[in-house]
């Protein structure tokens, strides 16, 4: 009876271990990652275009994708740099958009979300088929080019800031519940008259909690980053562990507010309810990725170095490893961003405006410790 209570108990420990959180003090183990980064290529324009905006993917042959939101195209290079093609038409019909959105690539398909629509392309910029999606759900990341997950940054229509974390199959039109969390409500301001009510929403992901999500073989990892800790769960709902550091909180200037304000398109009373509102202190983290070996990496919010990101790397299981950096020339600013393995690519904007791709090699950690 002993060995049998013993053997529960054992097993009831081990599992505690395997979901509790890693409570990280703010001091990287093993200090700072170097990811020596080596420039391949660069360029400036694509055909006759110069680029105006940039979401950038690649696949695994290095050949990259470049969503220009302005110019309403996507741009193709191969690995060295070459411009192929591109493709994008403003319209209703089939293959094109009103409104240019989000890109992601999934099983060598382009997937753009509009609205309340999916569209989907070959990587040759061939159209396929548009799928209309519900309205109040909003693709935040693909898990493979029929289900994504949908999480809003911010809700709204409901006063408390409720909102769900979901699954949806475009094909089977299957909805599955993950997490349910809150979402900042005093970015939201709104005007009322006897004719008409207005709502105006702001956020910032320097100064706005909202949820961060990142997603890999099969595990979701999210956080509000006005907190510094991050959840995992598999697809079933099913927690994993959590992590965190102990890291202190970076006070927001009031001419900080006045600044991302400053080019918001809202009347000045608007402007200052949802100035009031804003949060003093600034977020911790603005994105997570998981590399090929397992590694987590938290890109730390800092708004003031705006040629440099600095990047939290995690081992596997929570424990944090390194800090790092990835940074341009001084009067250079980093527009975007994308990790592809050992590659690095990178939207840098001059003191002129102009914005440019370049393409770097760089080191990974191999660590992968579940610890």
């Known amino acids: 009876m002993k060995k049998i209570a013993l053997s529960i108990t054992g097993i009831f420990l081990i599992a505690s271990f395997l979901l509790s959180g890693v409570i990280n003090e703010d001091k990287p183990l093993k200090g700072m990652w170097n990811f020596n980064m080596v420039k391949l290529w660069e360029v400036e324009e694509a055909g006759k275009d110069f680029f105006v905006s940039m979401r950038i993917r690649s696949d695994e042959n290095e050949t990259v994708f470049v969503a220009d939101q302005k110019n309403f195209k996507t741009y193709i290079f ?3 740099g070459k411009f192929i093609l591109s493709f994008g038409k403003k319209g209703e019909g089939p293959g094109e958009m009103k409104r240019f959105g989000s890109l992601y690539l999934e099983n060598n398909k382009l997937i753009y979300y509009e609205n309340n629509r999916v569209h989907y392309f070959s990587k040759e910029g061939k159209y396929i088929e548009t799928v209309i999606i519900p309205g109040d759900l909003t693709p935040r990341l693909f898990i493979d080019e029929n289900s994504f997950i949908s999480a809003p940054r911010m809700n709204w229509e409901d006063p408390k800031g409720e909102s769900r974390c979901i699954i949806y199959n475009v094909k089977d039109k299957n909805k599955k519940l993950l997490f349910e969390y809150f979402t900042y409500k005093k970015g939201v301001a709104r005007r009322a008259s ?7 929403s702001f956020s910032n992901s ?9 997603y890999r073989d099969n595990k979701i990892y999210f956080g509000m980053n006005n907190e510094y800790k991050i959840k995992v769960k598999d697809l079933k709902s099913r927690d994993e562990f959590d992590f965190s550091i102990k890291r202190k909180e970076k006070f927001v200037p009031g001419v900080y507010k006045n600044e991302i304000l400053k080019g918001v398109n809202f009347p000045a009373d608007v402007k200052r309810q949802i100035k009031e509102g804003l949060p003093d202190h600034f977020t ?4 997570i990725l998981i590399d090929r070996n397992g590694n987590i990496y938290v890109f730390v919010t800092d708004p003031v170095e705006e040629n440099s990101r600095k990047i939290d790397i995690f081992s596997a299981g929570g424990t944090y490893i390194y800090s790092a950096e990835i940074k341009v020339e001084k009067g250079l600013v980093i527009r975007s961003s994308h990790f592809s393995n050992d590659k690095l690519y990178m939207g840098v904007e001059n003191e002129d405006g102009d914005l440019k791709l370049v393409k770097y090699k760089i080191d990974i950690p191999k660590i992968s410790l579940r610890k």
């Open 284 to 287: 911790f983290f603005e994105g």
């Open 78 to 80: 191969d690995k060295s």
């Open 194 to 200: 006897k004719k008409s009510r207005s709502t105006f």
């Open 206 to 214: 320097s100064i706005t909690p909202m949820l961060v999500l990142a």
